[in-house]
């Protein structure tokens, strides 16, 4: 099994243990392609088999979130599992959130939280937070392509969508909002709808998989590799293509920038990704075959 397989995670399972279930489940290795909080539920895409080469050349370019944003308190993880460390009850209507939603739009700076997986000098911020202990943590540029207000929802709450390229904490995301607002608040809800070319669309969830339906939900290993030029090798390169040999800039048609690199199929599988360099060369990078 060679694959990625789209894991529907649910609230309260971190992960690693999403990755073990289709360890345990597939007897192959696995990793996943882009970790999501514990408590935050959807899209999880699982590398398995041969797949797991793959991680250095895929793209996360756009992320969806679907948000729920709780006013009247913030707490010290910025989301509903922490401790609550201020409150305040200038509630925003909904024209209030509208009008400050541009300044979270477009290309912007954001701190990271202290709870987050982060490190400052070698020490991960979450292990320095469940000691007391404090950092100064840098500002990021991210990027926020779109926040979108649904709707409003009960106590106090807001339901937002949100595109972002990847490095955006949404959690922060709610959290600078109300403080923009004068008004406190965390993020109540977290779902991830979109990571790349991942989406709900082809999601399965862990009862699925642990009734054995891991094989039936395996997407191809080149699912997350569309942004990278094709080249079909012909039948004379094949067994060099197969056993890890360059290729010299007159075997092959040259199309790819240096630097660039380059999915190869032979009778329409995938069998490795090469760059190309410099001189012209097209250096094996990946062999799957």
């Not at 590398?47 to 308190?73: N, Q, S």
């Not at 392509?145 to 959690?171: K, S």
């Not at 999601?203 to 997407?219: F, H, I, Q, S």
């Not at 590799?225 to 360059?246: A, I, S, T, Y």
Request: net charge positive; hydrophobic share 40%; charged share 25%.
């Amino acid at each position: 099994m060679d694959g990625f397989i789209n894991v529907l995670k649910p609230p309260g399972m971190s992960s690693g243990t999403a990755v073990a279930i289709v360890k345990r489940i597939t007897g192959e290795k696995a990793g996943h392609a882009g970790t999501l909080d514990p408590e935050a539920c959807g899209i999880l895409p699982v590398m398995v088999g041969r797949a797991t080469r793959l991680f250095d050349f895929m793209v996360e370019k756009k992320k969806t979130y679907l948000a729920e944003i709780a006013f009247g308190c913030a707490t010290d993880t910025q989301d509903a599992q922490g401790t609550v460390i201020e409150k305040g009850d200038r509630y925003p209507d909904r024209e209030a959130v509208l009008a400050v939603l541009p300044r979270f739009t477009g290309d912007i700076l954001q701190t990271p939280p202290m709870y987050s997986a982060l490190k400052i000098g070698g020490e991960t911020l979450y292990k320095m937070a469940l000691k007391g202990k404090t950092a100064e943590i840098p500002a990021r540029p991210i990027h926020v392509e779109r926040i979108d207000l649904l709707r409003e929802t009960p106590r106090r709450g807001m339901l937002l969508r949100v595109a972002c390229g990847r490095g955006t904490y949404i959690r922060t995301l709610c959290h600078d909002i109300g403080r923009a607002l004068s008004c406190p608040s965390h993020m109540r809800f977290l779902l991830r709808e979109q990571t790349g070319a991942f989406t709900l669309d082809t999601a399965v969830t862990v009862e699925e998989l642990k009734a054995g339906k891991a094989a039936d939900n395996l997407l191809p290993m080149d699912t997350p590799l569309q942004h990278l030029p094709r080249f079909d090798v012909p039948e004379g390169l094949r067994r060099l293509c197969l056993n890890g040999v360059r290729l010299r800039p007159d075997e092959w048609p040259g199309f790819a920038a240096p630097g660039e690199c380059v999915r190869l199929y032979i009778d329409g599988d995938l069998i490795g990704v090469s760059v190309a360099d410099e001189r012209g060369l097209l250096i094996p990078r990946a062999v799957l075959r």
